[in-house]
Nanobody, 123 residues
Framework: QVQLVESGGGLVQAGGSLRLSCAASGRTFSPYAMVWFRQAPGKEREFVAAIHWSGGSTIYADSVKGRFTISRENAKNTGYLQMNSLKAEDTAVYYC????????????????WGQGTRVTVSS
């Protein structure tokens, strides 16, 4: 079992930046791929970014490419999502997930989820 706890959300003006963290516990984080999804009010949860367990490969949703960066520090059992040039449409609850099988953009490929952290971008 892996427990995930997100942090770093908050209120920011459009054009600003935030860095989200995802702290893992329960098992060593390094063998797990990590993903960030987000869910805006009234919408389905959508893929944001994913990273291979090694940190060597990443994938991004087109809507955040060039603005967001996913990373991880396996020694600290922590993953990150650096969000720059934030837009009002980035407002959502952000969830990190993990799985032991490989990284993808499919929500059904992830076994473990955190409780989410809210990001609000004011325009």
């Amino acid at each position: 079992q892996v427990q995930l706890v997100e942090s770093g959300g908050g209120l920011v003006q459009a054009g600003g930046s935030l860095r989200l963290s995802c702290a893992a516990s329960g098992r060593t984080f390094s063998p797990y791929a990590m993903v960030w999804f987000r869910q805006a009010p009234g919408k389905e949860r959508e893929f944001v970014a994913a990273i291979h367990w090694s940190g060597g490969s990443t994938i991004y949703a087109d809507s955040v490419k060039g603005r967001f960066t996913i990373s991880r520090e396996n020694a600290k059992n922590t993953g990150y999502l650096q969000m720059n040039s934030l837009k009002a449409e980035d407002t959502a609850v952000y969830y990190c997930g993990a799985n032991a099988y490989g990284f993808s953009s499919r929500i059904d490929h992830y076994d473990y989820w955190g409780q989410g952290t809210r990001v609000t971008v004011s325009s």
